[in-house]
């Protein structure tokens, strides 16, 4: 193992000593789910600067050392985004425990699932979640390390409020090498059931300093941090970071108003969100006649973003400013990125006519390879022969921010991961696409999502391209179906919608019955945007008809015959933006039975 002594939280030391007094972190206040303002109606917040977070987190750390924390012991943090959150990450970090952080946003019972695939030492959590872990201790037998974010009901432990008053301790720092482990991250379960990915501290500390280089980011730059994570990557890159008046959990329900009156107030120069989060407020700009004259950067991932949002958000920022479109999974990021004005002039045209999206270069750390399609496992990188640049095939990456194993659900390392005659692990993304000319990726779906038909293979991201063309489509979803199903009960529209398991299988199945992703039928599923929905039963039949035509008129989905209209998709817990193309193939599939 490497020798190389890192603790990803070094770098808030060196913040805090370099610009002690430029606040870190601000977070609006509410009391009673209220905004509260000062008497000139200006909203109030919560602030600490980044010697007060160096300082807060050491006093965190050393109470937790204290308490009979040992370097290694893992701990689940469920704690609201905030200030809270983040010190008490890197307090975690300086103590030497290996956080496990999961997306609260997919439910109690599939978290506590998950967290009990781990045998945990403890949680910092709110009281509500210490409250049910205290309920089903039985699950947790290890879990004595117990910090309460809150008060403290009927169960022993540390509060977070009671470390606060005690009297600083001293400075810790936990002596970590390169690739201890530093965090368990969950996958959000989008595409199949969750798994916890093991994170090193070279990892983070890798992540860090591909993102500031890549986007050229400067400590005394100013964050609205749409996604929590990202409040982390600005603390330690010297970035102050504003806090959103928002449920994190729930982006695409962000209050507009409330977003931009945090730009304003704190002449945000950069923010990070999800397409359903851009899609909301950048709407709301256009039709309230708002510009974000101050954001100069802007990043948008989690999902492919529409090129009518781009042209907007392009519209709203300011002049010389721009979007960028980072690629990646939780086990590999970041991978690559491109940016609006790229997409808008040079590549937008191709994904349009069914070539992919086109999700830019690589990062500098990153190497890349197109291997042939395959559901098997893959041990060794020299057991098969590279795709050459324009074919299609599974995106693989090497580097030093690639994860190397799931901790969880293990039979999945076997699928994913490979070796290569130097001894680097290699992850297979999942990500169908090529690579172009000029070494680029281009996007073209899932490789659980591609569609064997009697007529070849289909590819998600190309045939919905061709969907979204129609100016009614919102977007658009490539699913499969068995040729022959049998005739089932009757499910309305919005039976798709209110479903939210997301621990769907890989496979289609119907009636118990396992169906080959080979002869499938294709349809094509449309979300017509929301104030074009067809009212009636002939102009729904008109809009089927027209995205049919479009289809027909393209040799990539001129085999597709079949068009559904579903008013609302259901999408992933995270970013609330990735299309549950299993759900929608399984609500398609009784479309076509009743």
Known sequence: MDDLKLNVAQRLVNMAAKIPNNIAIAEPINKRGKAVRNPYGKRTYRVITFKELDQDSNRIAFALRH??????????????????????????????????????????????????????????????????RTLMSHWFPHAKINLTVGKRWFWRGLSLSQIRKQPFGEAVLTETRADDPAAIIFTSGSTGPAKGVLYTHRIFDTQVEEISRRYKIEPGEIDLAGFPFFGLFNAAMGTTAIIPDMDSTRPASVDPELFLEAVEDWKVTQSFGSPALWNRVVGYCCEKH??????????????????????????????????????????????????????????????????????????????????????????????????????????????????????????????????????????????????????????????????????????????????????????????????????????????????????????????????????????????????????????????????????????????????????????DVRHNAKINREKLAVWAAKQFSK
């Open 290 to 571: 708002r510009k974000m004259t101050t954001l100069k950067r802007a990043i948008i991932a989690g999902a492919p973003v529409p090129f009518s949002l781009l042209e907007r958000f392009k519209e709203c920022i300011a002049a010389d400013g721009d979007i960028h479109t980072p690629y990646g999974a939780t086990e590999s990021l970041p991978v690559a990125s491109n940016c609006a004005s790229i997409i808008l002039a040079e590549t937008a045209q191709k994904t349009r006519s069914g070539s992919g999206i086109c999700v830019g270069k690589r990062f500098d750390s990153i190497e890349w390879l197109i291997l042939p399609i395959t559901d098997s496992p893959i041990s060794h990188l020299e057991d098969v022969q590279p795709l050459l640049p324009g074919e299609i095939g599974e995106l693989a990456v090497t580097g030093p921010q690639v994860t190397k194993q799931y901790v969880t659900r293990l039979e999945a390392n076997a699928l994913a991961k490979m070796i290569d005659s130097s001894g680097r692990i290699w992850h297979r993304i999942g990500d169908v696409g090529y690579l172009d000319h000029l070494d680029r990726f281009w996007f073209c779906g899932r490789k659980a999502h591609r569609v064997e038909t009697r007529q070849g293979t289909l590819f998600s991201i190309p045939c919905e391209s061709i969907a979204n063309e129609h100016s009614d489509v919102f977007r658009s979803a490539l699913v499969g179906i068995p040729e022959t199903l049998p005739k089932q009960s009757s499910q309305s529209n919005d039976d798709i919608v209110r479903q939210q398991d997301d621990s769907t299988p890989d496979s289609f199945s119907l009636n118990g019955q396992s169906e080959s992703r080979s002869f499938l039928k294709p349809v094509i599923i449309v979300e017509p945007f929301a104030d074009r929905f067809p009212k009636t039963k002939s102009d729904q039949n008109i809009l089927t008809q027209n995205v049919l035509r479009l289809l027909q008129n393209s040799a990539i989905t001129s085999s597709i015959e079949n068009v559904l209209i579903c008013p609302k998709f259901p999408v």
């Open 67 to 132: 308490q009979g924390l040992v370097p290694g012991m893992k701990l689940a943090i469920m704690v609201r985004q905030g200030i809270d959150f983040i010190t008490l990450v890197f307090a975690l970090y300086k103590a030497g425990a290996v956080l496990v952080l999961i997306d609260p946003g997919m439910g109690i019972s599939k978290m506590l699932k998950c967290l009990r695939q781990i045998d945990l030492d403890g949680f910092v959590a709110i009281s509500e979640v210490q409250a049910v």
